[in-house]
């Protein structure tokens, strides 16, 4: 049943080419769509995954990384040295403008982080080091941003917030999500570099490494007791948090999530009619197999077969269009998270529904009379 149903996959030339161009082009849209969300909250957790940090104390309510309330840090270095600690680290965030060597200016995300254990700082250098920023009015810049910012050459001046700083190193995907381009420096030259003089003792973050992991929760709830006016996230919640805003508050998931599913729907829709017309046009076939004993079940293999061979063969040539696509779209700032996982998963759901959308070639065939054939 498999062999015939091949051959009727490929007996009209011209309707699979145009089942395949609506397949590939749905396709595709669900799959870059849906890699797309996924880069882009990659993106907006990536400091908080890759801090390696247990917990974190940041300013009451807040929803994401990018938006963070600066709060005096006095209070909080006092949690520096307790015992169910390993480190405390404070982790500053404010945001600036860089003056480009034509005159004009950028708007970036400065991130202040101890040089000496690079909490909250770069995770993966392309040049230099993330402990190059300990001394002197120093910088790091993703390699992503040269796009904006011109050739980033290392030992380069540039001025930040009216203060010259020297180039001494280039990160790799650090990103935000807001796509404006990170600058690291140390937590001392970013609480410098605030025209707030409010914000020179302040931090945004402290990133806390427990001893023993197992006690978190009764460590996060010491010091919720301890320190009311602010907030302290296990990093998983904080991830969750940051997450839930982008996707929920902003609106922003419901509108990736409906460009998928009008992917899957077309897609879908593609399929099904392609393979009730190629069952219309061959109902004295299946007329034929009833009257000559084929059961239910065969008929009902010939027609999902078809489905599946559309699906598969759309969706194999959407992968590596997608792929391709990946690094012209990454040139502009965004993140394409495509993986294996998430391929295979698609292609799941991908297949699932076009054999749904063969419900109603099924029902056509099931209540076919083999005597048709006889009556023509």
């Not at 882009?40 to 938006?67: E, Y």
């Not at 590596?320 to 799941?348: N, Q, Y």
Request: overall charge neutral; hydrophobic content about 50%.
């Amino acid at each position: 049943m498999i062999w015939l149903a091949t051959r009727l996959a490929f007996h009209n030339r011209a309707r699979l080419a145009a089942t395949l161009f609506g397949v590939v082009f749905s396709a595709y849209l669900t799959l870059t769509e849906t890699a797309l969300y996924i880069g882009m909250m990659d993106t907006a957790t990536s400091v908080i995954r890759h801090a390696g940090a247990d917990l974190w104390v940041a300013s009451k309510g807040v929803q994401n990384f990018d938006f963070a309330r600066p709060f005096p840090d006095a209070r909080i270095k006092s949690l520096e040295g307790r015992a169910e600690l390993s480190w405390a680290k404070p982790i500053s965030l404010s945001w600036g403008f860089l003056k480009l060597p034509d005159g004009a200016q950028e708007l970036v995300e400065i991130i202040g982080y101890d040089p000496a254990a690079p909490v909250g700082g770069p995770w993966e250098m392309a040049r230099g080091a993330a402990r190059d920023v300990g001394d002197g009015d120093k910088m790091i810049v993703d390699e992503s941003a040269a796009q904006r910012l011109g050739e980033l050459r290392l030992g380069s001046a540039w001025e930040l917030n009216d203060r010259s700083l020297k180039l001494v190193g280039l990160s790799r995907s650090a990103r935000t999500f807001t796509t404006a381009p990170v600058v690291f420096t140390s937590y001392q030259l970013a609480q410098e570099l605030s025209p707030d003089i409010s914000h020179q003792t302040a931090a945004a973050y402290f990133a806390l490494k427990l001893r023993n992991p197992a006690d978190i929760e009764r460590v996060a709830d010491s010091l919720r007791a301890e320190f009311k006016d602010k907030e302290v996230l296990t990093t998983r919640a904080f991830v969750e948090r940051t997450i839930l805003y982008w996707t929920v508050q902003t609106g922003m998931g419901a509108a990736f999530c409906l460009t998928a599913l009008l992917g899957l729907v077309v897609g879908a829709g593609t399929i099904g009619q392609t393979v009730f017309a190629n069952t219309m046009e061959h109902l004295r076939e299946f007329a034929t197999l009833k009257a000559m004993g084929a059961t239910a079940r065969d008929l009902n293999t010939i027609i999902l077969a078809q489905a599946a061979i559309d699906a598969s063969l759309g969706f194999g040539i959407a992968v590596p269009l997608a792929l391709l696509s990946k690094a012209p779209l990454e040139k502009t700032g965004v993140t394409l998270a495509i993986d294996l996982t998430l391929v295979a998963s698609l292609f799941a759901i991908t297949l699932v529904t076009a054999l749904a959308a063969a419900y109603f070639s099924i029902r056509r065939v099931q209540k076919l009379d083999p005597a048709t054939i006889f009556r023509s």
